[in-house]
């Protein structure tokens, strides 16, 4: 079991963030963001990895305008044409969203990074340039979570506190705050992999332009959803031994 005693998450008509009448406090704030960012768990206790990475239909969201911009490129060296599939595919899932009344935030969010992606490489020339948006957001993701660790507030014990129903309460516990600081590096590491092998792969234009794409594919959400896995692990609260009897 993977939860631990805390305060009674809010309730689904009350919803996380501030009450009427007072100002929002650190808990507030924590399950506010730790609401936004996606996660979710089973009723036993364990992260439900799928759905908190969108699930089937948010996996396909994330990989296939990538995959169709790289395999159209690879097979007719045709810059403008890779990148039209490409948002065509991210737009067909808005489409999708909309048809069947489901939040079309995550489909729209990709055609936005679609279109920054293909704008890139068509106004460039270089296709490679598709991917150099990726390094950004992944570089900005670093600093952010690194600076969570320093101002005491680590953005795994943020979400994972609520998940948990901890509140912000982990942050007087010496071992939980430790172990959230151990969680928010392991995602730190994940997004630095990422890095240090693509960045290379894109220097090598074209050369390498087959492996970046390939190791985009790898090292996003199935990586993402690894390292999410491995740090809640690592966080999970550690049952008190049972005291030995006379």
Not at 157 to 174: A, C, D, S, Y
Not at 224 to 231: E, K, M, P
Request: glycine share 12%; hydrophobic share 55%.
């Amino acid at each position: 079991m993977n939860s631990a005693p805390g305060p009674a998450a809010p309730r689904d008509d009350e919803g996380p963030g501030p009450r009427p009448g007072r100002l929002p406090t650190g808990a507030d704030l924590a399950g506010a963001y730790a609401a936004r960012a996606g996660l979710h768990r089973h009723e036993d206790g364990r992260i439900d990895v799928l759905r908190s990475a969108g699930g089937v239909r948010g996996l396909l969201e994330s990989i296939l305008p990538g995959l169709v911009f790289l395999v159209c490129f690879t097979l007719v060296q045709d810059l403008i044409l890779a990148a039209v599939l490409s948002l065509a595919v991210a737009a067909v899932f808005v489409v999708v969203r909309l048809v069947g009344r489901t939040p079309p935030t995550q489909a729209f969010a990709g055609i936005i990074g679609v279109a920054v992606s293909a704008a890139l490489a068509v106004f460039s020339g270089r296709a490679e340039n598709f991917y150099l948006s990726g390094f950004l957001t992944n570089a900005g993701y670093i600093v952010a979570l690194v600076a969570s660790i320093l101002v005491k507030w680590p953005l795994m014990g943020v979400i994972f506190g609520f998940l948990r129903n901890e509140g912000v309460h982990w942050r007087k516990e010496p071992v939980r705050a430790r172990q959230y600081r151990l969680g928010t590096w392991i995602m730190v590491a994940v997004l630095g992999l990422r890095l240090l092998v693509q960045v290379p792969l894109y220097l090598m234009g074209d050369g390498g332009l087959v492996a970046l794409g390939a190791t985009r594919l790898i090292m996003g959400v199935p990586l993402y959803a690894l390292g999410l896995w491995v740090a809640w692990l690592i966080t999970r609260p550690v049952a008190a031994e049972p005291a030995a009897s006379d």
